[in-house]
């Protein structure tokens, strides 16, 4: 089993930034995609970004286009941790944002889908005032 928590959402003005941070227990998941989701009220839950393993130490790491070059994420499988450092946020971007991973290596075409993610975080808000 996984357990993932989430920290850092909260309150911030358009154009500011915040970084959330994710930290996973249980099993290992150094070979699985772990990555973030997030749902706005009255939305479907969708990708935001993630991690993909690619053997040895390398991540590729990918990004919906809606925050692709604002928003980065990164991995620390030493601290079992995946953070999303967001920048240049808009009024757009607030929603619950979910932790989630998967127990399977995903091909590129099932690595932004919601159903490919086995387990999931509780989620954090984010408010982007305009």
């Known amino acids: 089993q996984v357990q993932l928590v989430e920290s850092g959402g909260g309150l911030v003005q358009a154009g500011g930034s915040l970084r959330l941070s994710c930290t996973s227990s249980g099993r290992t998941l150094t070979e699985y995609p772990l990555g973030w989701f997030r749902q706005a009220p009255g939305q479907e839950r969708e990708f935001v970004a993630t991690t993909r393993y690619m053997g040895g130490y390398a991540y590729n790491k990918y990004y919906s286009d809606s925050v692709k070059g604002r928003f980065t994420i990164t991995r620390d499988n030493a601290k079992n941790t995946v953070s999303l450092q967001m920048n240049s946020l808009k009024p757009e971007d607030t929603a619950v944002y979910y932790c989630?991973?998967?127990?399977?290596?995903?091909?590129?075409?099932?690595?932004?889908?919601?159903?490919?993610?086995?387990?999931w975080g509780q989620g954090t808000q984010v408010t982007v005032s305009s």
């Open positions: 989630a991973a998967s127990s399977s290596r995903l091909i590129m075409s099932t690595i932004s889908k919601t159903r490919s993610y086995d387990y």
